[in-house]
Each structure stands twice: as structure tokens, then as C-alpha cells.
């Protein structure tokens, strides 16, 4: 059974940080590519960063500079430092895993809050 498990959201001030991550289990992980998505009421979920197998990262132009991308392929899990956070990152944030040449994600996570408010 395959599982990604996210961690690491909360409630921090304009300008913090937060650590996510989204641990893998049930998959080949250092095969997959993961990508974190986002999605904030009443708005469309939104692709926020990619990490392929090979450890290429991609990333939206609103979080570049202050978001990154990372993987530890011994403990099957994907990280999102997410620093000089703003309250338009406020959302709830998905990991999510693929083949690299799949074009859409196969397997989600249940998801972990995120709240950038004074």
C-alpha cells in the first residue's frame, strides 16, 4: 500500500519559516518524482515545486528565492524549506509522487495545513 505522509505545517508570522515533509512509503521512491501542490480557498490547486528522481527542481515564480525543494532518498522522504513566508502562501500544501514521464501525479498525500498570519 502506498503512502505519502505529510508533516511539518503550522501557524507562523509573515517572514517565518516552516519545514515540510512528505514521507514516502509502499514505492521505489528514488524512481519517483514528487512535486508539493497547494491550494488555498476558493482557489485552484497549484503546482509550487518538483524534484525529479535525478534531483532537478523546478519551482513557481512566486516562491523562487525563498522556497526549496529537497529529497533524502535513505529515509524516502521530500522536504519544502519554505522561508520569508508570506499570507498568500496560506494553504494547504500536498506532496505528491509520479514516474518521471507520467504526466499527471499517481499517488497524493492527505495534506498539511499552512497559515502565514500576524
Known amino acids: 500500500q502506498v503512502q505519502l505522509v505529510e508533516s511539518g505545517g503550522g501557524l507562523v508570522q509573515p517572514g517565518g519559516s516552516l519545514r515540510l515533509s512528505c514521507a514516502a512509503s509502499g514505492i521505489f521512491f528514488r524512481i519517483y518524482t514528487i512535486g508539493w501542490y497547494r491550494q488555498a480557498p476558493e482557489k485552484q490547486r497549484e503546482l509550487v515545486a518538483v524534484i525529479v528522481n535525478g534531483g532537478s527542481t523546478n519551482y513557481t515564480d512566486s516562491v523562487k528565492g525563498r522556497f526549496t525543494i529537497s529529497r533524502d532518498n535513505t529515509k524516502n522522504t521530500v522536504y519544502l524549506q519554505m522561508n520569508n513566508l508570506k499570507p498568500e502562501d496560506t494553504a494547504v500544501y500536498y506532496c505528491?509522487?509520479?514516474?518521471?514521464?507520467?504526466?499527471?501525479?499517481?499517488?497524493w498525500g492527505q495534506g498539511t495545513q499552512v497559515t502565514v498570519s500576524s
Open positions: 505528491a509522487a509520479k514516474r518521471e514521464y507520467m504526466t499527471t501525479y499517481t499517488y
